[in-house]
């Protein structure tokens, strides 16, 4: 059974850390991207970070970009996302997803591309 278990959110103050973790389970690990995508309340899903866990090739959002990290440790086949200087925007729901690695490429934001996602963990930035 494949599974995908995000754990770490929380409220935290803005400004503030959190680290992510997303859990695989039931499939190749290394023949999947992992990415991150989120959710705020009335909006869509957006792609955050994605790590291709063959090569190590990442993507990260502009609106991420030098403040949140993704890592992989694929002896655990566990993904990561470093969330530092948090603000209030980055509040929302923040799903793990696994693609196929044969389609990394630009689609890696595309939420449509992947096969199986996680329950997703909430994450509440407090201003």
């Known amino acids: 059974e494949v599974q995908l278990v995000e754990s770490g959110g929380g409220l935290v103050q803005a400004g503030g850390s959190l680290r992510l973790s997303c859990a695989a389970s039931?499939?190749?690990?290394?023949?999947?991207?992992i990415g991150w995508f989120r959710q705020a309340p009335g909006g869509g899903r957006e792609g955050v970070s994605c790590i291709n866990t063959s090569h190590g090739n990442t993507y990260t959002a502009d609106s991420v970009k030098g403040r949140f990290t993704i890592s992989s440790d694929n002896a655990k086949n566990t993904v990561y996302l470093q969330m530092n200087s948090l603000k209030p925007e980055d509040t929302a729901v923040y799903y793990c997803?696994?693609?196929?690695?044969?389609?990394?490429?630009?689609?890696?934001?595309?939420?449509?591309?992947?096969?199986?996602w996680g329950q997703g963990t909430q994450v509440t930035v407090s201003s």
């Open positions: 997803a696994a693609m196929r690695l044969t389609k990394w490429g630009p689609v890696v934001v595309d939420p449509g591309e992947y096969d199986y």
């Open positions: 039931g499939f190749t690990f290394d023949d999947y991207a």
